[in-house]
């Protein structure tokens, strides 16, 4: 076993004058994801060209080789000899870190050995996969170091937060390409030279590059262009291809600068990857560009889903945050009392109005409207308008004092040595509130009824009640403990208040640990009289809301807990624990709260139901000080990284809503001729009938037993709907019944003009289409699917894996496999066989020969499918990969990406060259079927019609008709979006683009 105190290289060589072998060295625990990273960071490494600048700074042009094992030791935790001299050799570490890495001993090993050689300066961390507190081994956290202090050798550990490059991504291809572009942050340090410079440099050398080719085919036009015809023909091809290039190329920035969060830029950058005009394109309308301008529009995002849409770059860690009342400007406000105002929709700096000045509070800062704000600082009240930064009007003598705004906008509250009550829009003073024992530098509570006729003022256990139109006092009562911590109306004389008990200490306080009590009050002509108390033994009361679209339902936290309270019986209703205590949440409509997290995590709950709503929920990168939300928008502060993070509203704009159901639906599909559609209850008790021009419900039809399955007929006048261990019905599309078929032993159907199948363990019973008359009655063993070849024949396979092919006219049946058959289908030729080990074996039906034998690894078999000619065969396998292979030239290709998650299902349209692949999650991905480009990605499909342009979305109790976006929609979708906007010179000639 190797000594590590005991290490040395090449005699007594220090770091700096070795001559190292490697100029790197991969260390990595081998697995799937891992092995791929470490195969693509070797090549890149070792065939990158240094900039010519850099190259001429350091004396070479590339890097030194780069070490990769290729082989994990299983069976030992020493290193072996090989090893052993590649670390002693290797001038640099690279760690590929993911969850599985401190898992590995080898690894381990592997660090300890090199940190000893050169320290931990020299290990350069690649994450992957996983979270960051997770990926980081302890052993690079902590740095042992020894010095001499008065003669004597003192040894302390300190701890390091080893940098890291994060590559991590949702799949292998994105995980690529964020090293692609990350790549150059492991070069600089290998190469002894700034970051900044190679990424300047070799964007220059991309720059020229660029101009050069197009330097080249200009020169190539010039040169040319007196001879004949087929020659410029060639220079067109030539020019069109690199216009085609130059369109990839902006699309895929269009989704990085997405990945990054800056969607607008992503949008403008997408749509110049398309022809300035589309009638008459002066280059390719490129597919990469269609997928892109449609990810970064959101075209096809029909749920609440918050996506960053800019970045607030700040010098100071931000604490609180105001959004005027549309979400076009934000309010942020510094530890060191800087209030700054930022443009929401550019994300730019608008003004800072106030700079260092530790007095101010955000309770000295208000949007009373989009236009204006007001400011309470050492000058008095002021109103400005936030555009032109001009003062509208100013009340003198209310220095630093905290105001309220009243609902409404129109009373101002100023609390100061008096309390007085303003007209906002006369600023003119109400009246002055006498008798009240109020200390303007302490925390209090206030509030309007709905009507403003009525004031609650609260602090240190206190509640005033003003009564505002006979300006007079009503009442005062005390809280059960004296922290006052909220005071809301439920209705015009009924009031709720939360209030906590004094906290021990600061780390009770920093939990919200502690006792807190909420009462409902109401407010009569004797005073106030209690309805009903909560008590909270463990936990402070905070942030005491109404949930404006159910009156009798308060919001509260509770720490880590939001917990929302039926005020009609004084009863907790949903008590929803999250991971971190909550630092503010949003209600934001449709029964939803936005809750942001001290841990930076983001979750949306359901107050309805009292549940997560994923779609809209995510993780966020620093700790959260604050969350706010207006008009679409989220605003985010951080204090750790400086910055405000702007997420907004992206829900689409469907073709059209399907109303007049209730609960949420689980399958559906449309006619042939795409004129109408049907869709299943989850609970298999509905099925409802639409009529897709007019986007309306035709009618619903109650089920008595559950509908496992339905389809159109092929007339496209009816419908019929299976219930397992009952039988067949058959409806018209106005929802008349014309027929039915009992069967209580069927457990599947299957039909194929002119006959319904009916398998059961037994039995197969073919029915007729026009009358639901029995045709035949075949028998069986054990059958559990069958695949229909023509009217006269079909397959059955059985639970032990025989397959059998089936004359209806006889019902007779041939033994084609004896066992070990998993799944089959047909055509009028040929059959597809899965078998045991999931090889697919392709039989003529003909000769009953195999003509071929598809195999991939053992992976299984998730969905296959015969094209509509019966030239190709699809295949989608558990991994997520589609294949197709050719009938015509026994040829099998993989396609270019694989699903999100196991093919279910595909669609073809050959008149438009689209192709629609259903998946395991309902997901939809739209390709362009001649070059399987993809065009579109959709979530929470339930059907698709023909033509691969229209979908039917379910989302939990509401249906969307889902248009298939064109390039000409995509561009006019654009233009809405960016009201205008366009990209700066400067940024045209960051990406390269030339008018």
């Known amino acids: ?95 590929i870190g993911s969850s599985r890495t401190s898992q590995s001993p080898w690894v381990m090993k592997e660090i300890t050995t090199f940190k000893a050689l050169n320290g931990p300066e020299r290990i350069l961390l690649l994450i992957i996969e996983g979270k960051v507190e997770e990926v980081i081994p302890d052993i690079l956290r902590v740095h042992i170091r020894t010095y001499e202090e008065n003669g004597e050798l003192v040894t302390v550990e300190e701890k390091v937060e080893p940098l890291a490059t994060d590559i991590r991504g949702a799949n292998k291809k994105e995980v690529e390409r964020k090293l692609e572009e990350e790549i150059l942050r492991l070069i600089a340090p290998i190469a002894g030279c700034r970051y900044d410079d190679l990424k300047q440099r070799h964007k220059e050398r991309r720059k ?16 040319f262009g007196a001879f004949n015809a087929w020659r410029v023909w060639q220079i067109g091809v030539q020019m069109r291809e690199k216009l085609a290039t130059q369109s990839r190329a902006l699309a895929d920035q269009s989704l990085r600068l997405l990945e990054k969060g800056d969607r607008m830029k992503a949008i403008l950058v997408g749509k110049e990857a398309l022809p300035k005009s589309l009638a008459t394109p002066e280059k390719p309308i490129m597919d990469e560009a269609l997928y892109a301008l449609s990810e970064a529009l959101y075209v096809y995002k029909y749920d609440f889903k918050l996506v960053p849409e800019k970045t607030l770059d700040y010098s100071r860690p931000l604490y609180f945050s105001k959004l005027s009342p549309k979400g076009k400007w934000a309010a942020t406000l510094s530890e060191e009392g800087y209030i700054e105002i930022w443009d929401l929709e550019t994300g730019e700096l608008k003004s800072v109005v106030k700079k260092g000045n530790s007095y101010l509070r955000m309770d000295s800062f208000e949007f009373i409207d989009d236009k204006h704000y007001i400011l309470s600082d050492e000058e008095g009240l002021k109103l400005t308008e936030v555009a032109t930064n001009q003062l509208s009007w100013q009340i003198a003598g209310e220095s630093y004092n905290k105001f309220y705004l009243s609902p409404d906008k129109k009373q101002i509250l100023v609390v100061g040595d008096t309390v007085r009550l303003y007209d906002a829009e006369k600023q003119q003073a109400i009246g002055e509130l006498v008798g009240l024992d109020i200390d303007s530098y302490r925390e209090m509570q206030v509030t309007w009824n709905q009507d403003m006729s009525v004031l609650a003022i609260g602090q240190d256990g206190k509640v005033h009640i003003w009564d505002l139109i006979n300006k007079r006092w009503l009442t005062t009562f005390e809280s059960k403990y004296k922290i006052l911590s909220g005071l809301v109306f439920i209705d015009e004389r009924s009031l709720a208040v939360s209030s906590n008990d004094e906290y021990k200490d600061e780390m009770e306080y920093f939990y919200g640990n502690g006792r807190g009590n909420l009462s409902y009050m109401h407010i009569g002509v004797n005073g106030a009289e209690e309805v009903w108390q909560l008590d909270s033994s463990e936990s402070m009361i905070e942030m005491l809301r109404v949930n404006p679209e159910n009156p009798q339902q308060l919001v509260m936290t509770k720490g880590n807990v939001l917990e929302t309270v039926d005020v009609t019986v004084g009863k907790v209703q949903y008590s929803l624990a999250q ?103 989850n609970q298999g008790d509905m099925a409802y009938i639409w009529h897709m021009d007019k986007q309306a419900l035709v009618t619903s039809i109650p089920m008595e037993e559950y509908a496992g399955k339905a389809g159109f007929l092929e007339d496209n006048q009816s419908i019929y709907i299976f219930s397992a261990r009952k039988g067949i019905e058959v409806w018209g599309l106005d929802g008349t019944f014309k027929e039915a078929f009992s069967n209580e032993l069927a457990e599947e159907i299957y039909y194929k003009a002119p006959y319904f199948y009916l398998v059961s363990d037994t039995e197969v019973q073919i029915v007729k289409e026009d009358n639901l008359e029995l045709y035949k009655t075949i028998e069986t063993v054990d059958a559990v699917s069958l695949s229909i070849i023509d009217e006269g024949r079909f397959l059955t396979l059985d639970k032990a894996g025989q397959l059998s092919l089936v004359d209806i006219q006889t019902t007779k049946g041939q033994v084609l496999k004896e066992e070990g058959v998993l799944n089959c289908i047909a055509n009028k030729d040929t059959i597809a066989v899965c078998l045991e080990d999931n090889s697919v074996e392709l039989i003529d039906l003909k000769t009953g020969k195999i003509t071929d034998v598809l195999k991939n690894d053992g992976l299984a078999l998730s969905y296959f499918v015969f094209d509509e000619e019966s030239k190709t065969l699809w295949l989608g396998y558990e991994d997520t990969t589609v294949w197709y292979y050719s009938l015509e030239t026994k040829m099998r290709e993989q396609l270019k990406e694989n699903s999100p998650s196991p093919m279910t299902g595909i669609h073809f349209y050959k008149e438009e060259n689209r192709m629609a692949i259903t998946t395991e999650q309902n997901e939809l991905l739209v390709y362009n079927l001649q070059n399987q480009k993809r065009l579109g990605y959709l979530k929470a499909i339930i059907a698709v019609n023909d033509k691969c342009d229209e979908f039917i979305r379910g989302d939990y109790e509401k249906l969307y008709v889902v248009p298939f976006y064109t390039a000409e929609m995509l561009v006019e979708e654009a233009q809405k979006q960016l009201v205008g906007r366009t990209l700066t010179e400067q940024e045209k000639e960051q990406y390269f683009i030339q008018e």
């Open 1 to 95: 076993m190797i000594n590590i105190n005991k290490i040395t290289c090449l005699g007594e060589k220090t770091v700096e004058e070795k001559n190292y072998r490697y100029d790197a060295f991969i260390s990595y625990r081998h697995g799937e994801l891992d092995d791929f990273v470490a195969a693509k960071l070797h090549k890149k490494l070792e065939t990158y060209s240094l900039p010519r600048h850099i190259a001429k700074q350091i004396g070479r042009k590339k890097l030194n080789r780069v070490f990769r094992d290729r082989e994990e030791l299983m069976s030992s935790s020493s290193l072996s000899q090989e090893l052993e001299e590649a670390l002693c050799d290797s001038k640099y570490l690279i760690l």
């Open 208 to 223: 020229k590059k660029l101009m050069g080719l197009a330097l080249g085919c200009a020169l190539l036009l010039g040169g």
């Open 579 to 681: 991971s971190s205590t909550i630092m503010n949440y949003c209600l934001l409509g449709n029964h939803l709260a936005l809750c942001g997290m001290r841990d930076g995590s983001v979750r949306a709950l359901m107050l309805d139901v009292g549940g997560l709503y994923e779609s809209a929920s995510f993780n966020h990168s620093a700790g959260i000080t604050d969350l706010n939300y207006a008009g679409g928008r989220i605003v985010i502060t951080t204090g750790e990284d400086k910055k405000g993070y702007i997420y907004k509203d992206m829900s689409g704009s469907p073709k059209a809503t399907l109303e007049g159901f209730e609960g949420s639906m689980e399958q559906g599909a449309y006619s042939k001729d795409g004129k109408w559609a049907y869709t299943i209850s």
